[in-house]
């Protein structure tokens, strides 16, 4: 399921590059789409299709990152470095031991 999601994740990106990058710009400096008369569309109408399928990809793209990060276990309660410490302290060694040291005499 994790893997699905992530290629449709990815196709979605790069559908939604593309949509964008044809998408004729405001300024018409870099934009690419449009251009002359005659063609399939008039300009209007090619730019409501452009505007349409960019929101939609957008929107599916949004649904992806979060079933992607729900699956991913991110979700999960964070844990303290505390909660894993011993229940108990550790106990100082005897003095009944005496350290093995040889004696000369």
């Known amino acids: ?5 992530l ?3 990815i196709l979605l990106a790069l559908a939604l590059i593309g949509v964008i990058l044809v ?6 400096a ?8 005659g063609g399939f569309m008039t300009a209007r ?13 957008a929107t599916l793209f949004i649904c992806t990152s979060i079933a992607l990060a729900i699956l991913s276990g991110g979700h999960s309660k964070p844990r303290s470095i505390l909660d894993a ?3 108990t302290a550790p106990s ?3 003095e009944s031991q005496k350290p093995a040291v ?3 005499q």
């Open 30 to 37: 870099l934009g690419m789409g449009g251009g002359g008369g």
């Open 102 to 104: 040889p004696l000369s």
């Open 92 to 94: 100082a060694p005897a």
């Open 7 to 9: 290629v449709v994740h």
């Open 45 to 57: 109408g090619q730019a409501n299709l452009l505007t349409r399928t960019t929101a939609i990809l």
């Open 1 to 5: 399921m994790m893997t699905f999601l």
């Open 23 to 28: 998408q004729r710009s405001e300024g018409g």
């Open 85 to 87: 410490a011993p229940a």
